[in-house]
């Protein structure tokens, strides 16, 4: 199968979701909880920074690292908006 091919099939899964309950199953049977943790953490910081946040505020707040920090903040400023667009939906 294609690797476009299987993202697409993957947000879609997602975007099927339609409950909180059925959204926690299908991510703690599709990922690690290391991997939920680091996801949760990244969009903290995201927040974080969106609301102004320092990096040192952020790392005391969160524990992410400056690398972690540093990559979101890329996100925000020259990623696909994905960030600001959930966030602001929060």
């Known amino acids: 199968m294609e690797k476009h091919s299987d993202l697409n099939s993957l947000y879609e899964a997602i975007l099927s979701i339609d409950s909180k309950e059925i959204c926690e199953s299908f991510f703690e049977d599709i990922c690690t909880i290391k991997e939920l943790e680091t996801m949760a953490q990244r969009l903290e910081v995201a927040k974080l920074l969106m609301s102004g ?3 040192n505020e952020v790392v005391a707040k969160t524990g ?3 690398t ?3 990559r979101v903040n ?3 400023n020259y990623g696909g908006g994905g960030y600001k667009k959930v ?3 929060l």
Do not use: D, N, V
């Open 74 to 76: 890329r996100c925000l």
């Open 68 to 70: 972690t920090i540093s």
């Open 87 to 89: 966030i602001e939906k």
């Open 64 to 66: 992410a690292s400056t």
């Open 53 to 55: 946040a320092t990096f």
